[in-house]
């Protein structure tokens, strides 16, 4: 690798980080303001259930479904829930203990949308890094 592709390399890492880390603010800002953390659902322009998982769930457990160890956020994709325990964990949560969210607002369309969206996600092979 000459000196200009590994820095050009460098830069990018820099700015995936940066991307994540505002994504993370974000997230934790509106838990915080909300108390619903990302429980918004004014978005007509998101309607496949990759679009409402990245914009819903990809914040705490990344695009791929890998999570965020450092953060506690563990990974979603090879998850052994169905489908049905996924739209009820959305919406319901799992119990006080949990420190994901409950999307109580979340119409059940959607919730279904993005748990067979994840179902799918687990069954592709892990994006290369
Ligand atoms: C604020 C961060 C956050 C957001 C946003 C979030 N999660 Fe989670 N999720 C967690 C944490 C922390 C856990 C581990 C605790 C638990 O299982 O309840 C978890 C666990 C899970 C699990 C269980 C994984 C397993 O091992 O079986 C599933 C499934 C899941 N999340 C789906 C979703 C979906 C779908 C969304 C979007 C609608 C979402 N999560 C949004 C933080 C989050």
Not at 45 to 59: K, N
Not at 97 to 111: H, I, L, T, V, Y
Request: with cysteine; aromatic share 6%; net charge neutral.
């Amino acid at each position: 690798m000459d000196d200009d592709s590994l820095r050009g390399w460098q830069l990018r890492s820099l700015f995936r980080i940066a991307e994540r880390r505002d994504q993370l603010i974000g997230c934790l800002l509106l838990v915080m303001l909300s108390g619903c953390s990302v429980d918004q659902h004014d978005h007509p322009e998101l309607t496949s259930g990759q679009q409402l998982f990245d914009f819903h769930c990809a914040p705490c457990h990344k695009k791929d479904g890998t999570g965020i160890f450092l953060k506690g956020v563990p990974p979603n994709r090879d998850t052994d829930l169905s489908v049905w325990e996924i739209i009820h964990k959305t919406e319901k949560g799992s119990g006080d203990n949990s420190k994901m969210p409950r999307f109580q607002s979340m119409p059940d369309e959607e919730a279904a949308k993005i748990a067979i969206y994840l179902k799918q996600l687990g069954s592709m092979k892990t994006p290369a890094k």
